[in-house]
């Protein structure tokens, strides 16, 4: 199966890295170097979701170059191996690069490789200094087309923000392939609904309209913030801006005084008042026009006696690290996530802004002088976050910070390091679980996964406590479900996959128990999900324990949950396994909404249910599912 960007990405030739996953921090580096110089890349940490075998064969397969990253682990992993040697079997430009000082290759790798000229990659020192010669060995090959850049409107110019078409402030404006933008309320004129082909008003370029509706062209949401930011600023000065009420019978005629940020309504004081009143609206954030003050506060309203959520007060003046433990949650942040969705509309680079805005703030408390057990409290939250977002390379790493904070500045406490070392094996169980079905397991991954999950285990055993003992029992969990993983790989000499499957049941079992005495039902769930892991793929037996997991989770945190999502996950492999289509169909439909609601629609764990949806036998039952909708 291709990846979630199907046959779009597919179409795009690119240059791939193959690596092996010690290697990965600097492989990193050399793709945001290969991006800024122009070039279109491939790495499994952007792309794989779903089966990993076909991913990996797609990749190769439309890969104008490949660089491939060698060292003696990179030589010993079978599935670098199977990635190389489909390469050369494909008869593709290899650029050998070497990751290991002194180290030569022998063997298949060896026989690969030849007499390629290598360039050295084993320190970041060297891979600056190589760059430029793997630039002119690479020449055009996966080189992104030229285009017209799209440059973010200027703030300021009134003209900037004026739709050509009708002179007026932009209203939803929309972008045309040629990069100009109008109102959506004066495109549709131009093009009825049903119209294949658009010319643009400026330049005259024709374009295909989307699905015979010039609504589906792309909306620019930036510039649509700077017009509103524009109208707020206007009004806040005095100064005359066309502002009508958008939920009410009164429009022009009533004086606006807020902005709900939720339902995306300006609203006047009967709006403000329902939606301080309403149970539900009492949730939302507004932006809140004090003219009188000559300021604008972005609140959120305080809940009824019959909200459960706490009230949460967002000013553009408050501290970030305020807003953060405001939202900040160690299981799932998912006020604080959708907080970052809805700053950037959905978009995809909510992510990469996310990150580089915390990493930003972690700077800044190293500058301000803080105390080292503030920076490594706060690594572990904003590496807990990471996770949380699906930027596990990004969590990884700063989790590897802390520890090193922990051992070298504040003596190794046990306890610490238990929970970095917990958190580190959920980070890899985690991506684990987003890049692969099952049966294409990364080994190396799986090991580090392991090692960590044992290091917090020797530590926690120490411990006493119900506290520690609902630590001790997360942990075998979280071990039972490594050592699952390394079944799927099959084990080696170091450990086989029956001793493993045995370890693993006898960890989950144990940790079955404690949670059951500390009354922890949800998580008691997840273990028997686990559990089901262990079993015969597609038996009845498997299928009762799913069913009983999934009605635990039900009680304890109702119908929308990460372990609802993993549980639905499990039932529709369950029915694709035993080739009951239909049914495998109805969970991965539950599965699609739960994780979306969750996590939006561009993280790996959504993107790879969108994948499955993508399979041609599913998409002919949605077909045949909405025709006897529409039927009856």
């Known amino acids: 199966m291709a990846t979630s960007q199907d046959d779009k990405a597919s179409a795009t030739k690119h240059v791939m890295i193959s690596y092996q996953w010690d290697s990965q ?25 779903g089966d990993t075998l076909a991913c990996m064969a797609d990749a190769v397969e439309n890969a104008d170059a490949i660089l491939m990253c060698v060292s003696k682990r990179y030589q010993d992993s079978k599935s670098c191996k199977k990635e190389a040697e489909y390469a050369f079997q494909k008869d593709k430009v290899i650029i050998p690069l070497k990751v290991e000082e002194n180290f030569q290759p022998t063997g298949w790798l060896g026989l690969l490789m030849g007499t390629a000229l290598y360039y050295q990659a084993h320190s970041d020192e060297m891979l600056d200094k190589t760059f430029s010669d793997v630039l002119k060995e690479l020449g055009d090959k996966g080189k992104m087309a030229k285009q017209e850049k799209w440059l973010p409107v200027q703030r300021g110019g009134s003209k900037a923000l004026q739709c050509p078409i009708c002179l007026l402030p932009f209203k939803n404006p929309k972008m045309l392939p040629c990069m100009h933008r109008f109102c959506e309320e004066c495109l549709v004129p131009l093009a009825p609904t049903g119209t294949k082909y658009i010319s643009c008003p400026l330049c005259r370029k024709e374009s295909s309209v989307p699905k015979g509706d010039v609504r589906q062209f792309p909306t620019d949401f930036h510039l649509k913030e700077l017009v509103e930011e524009e109208a707020s600023k ?96 160690d299981d799932h942040s998912i006020n604080l996530l959708r907080f970052w969705i809805q700053c950037y509309n959905g978009e995809s680079q909510w992510q990469d802004m996310m990150v580089n805005h915390y990493l930003s703030c972690l700077d800044e408390l190293k500058t301000q002088g803080n105390d080292q057990e503030t920076l490594a409290k706060r690594q572990q939250q904003i590496a807990t976050v990471f996770k949380q977002a699906g930027q596990y390379d990004k969590a990884i790493e700063l989790i590897e910070k802390a520890l090193d904070l922990e051992v070298k500045e504040l003596g190794g406490r046990p306890e610490r390091l238990g929970d970095l070392y917990f958190l580190i094996s959920d980070v890899y169980s985690e991506r684990l679980n987003s890049i692969a079905l099952a049966r294409n397991v990364d080994p190396d991954m799986v090991q580090q996964y392991i090692k960590h999950a044992r290091n917090c285990l020797n530590l926690r055993h120490k411990a006493k406590g119900d506290d520690q003992k609902f630590k001790l029992a997360s942990i075998l969990r979280s071990l039972s479900h490594a050592l699952r993983n390394w079944i799927d790989y099959g084990g080696d000499k170091t450990l086989s996959a029956q001793d493993a499957k045995t370890e693993s049941m006898k960890h989950i079992e144990e940790a079955i128990k404690l949670f059951t005495k500390l009354k922890a039902k949800g998580n008691v769930a997840k273990c ?70 969750l996590y939006g629609e561009h993280h790996l764990h959504s993107q790879m249910v969108y994948t499955e949806l993508n399979r041609s036998i599913y998409r002919e039952i949605a077909r045949k599912t909405k025709e006897a909708e529409q039927k009856s």
């Open 528 to 597: 028997i999900m686990t559990k089901s892991s262990l079993l015969e793929a597609g038996s009845e037996e498997k299928e009762k324990l799913l069913r009983k997991a999934l009605e635990m989770c039900d009680e304890v945190y109702g119908e929308v949950s990460r372990l609802s999502g993993m549980l639905l996950w499990c039932m529709y492999v369950l029915f694709h396994t035993r080739k009951d289509f239909y049914e495998a169909y109805k969970w991965l439909e539950k599965c699609s909404q739960v994780r979306t609601k």
């Open 25 to 49: 921090k600097r492989m990193i580096k050399l793709r945001d170097k290969l991006k800024a110089a122009g070039y279109n890349v491939w790495m499994d940490i952007n792309h794989m979701a």
């Open 234 to 329: 206007q009004q806040l000065s005095g100064g005359e801006v066309e502002f009508s009420c958008t939920c009410c019978e009164m429009g022009k005629q009533s004086r606006v005084v807020a902005k709900c940020q939720d339902c995306k309504h300006y609203i006047c004081d009967s709006g403000l008042s329902a939606h301080k009143s309403d149970e539900k609206l009492c949730q939302h954030k507004l932006l809140l026009f004090d003219v009188a003050k000559g300021e604008n506060t972005e609140t959120k309203q305080k809940p009824t006696a019959k909200a459960e959520k706490p009230e949460i007060k967002l000013n553009m003046e408050t501290e970030w690290w305020g807003l953060f433990d405001a939202m900040y949650d």
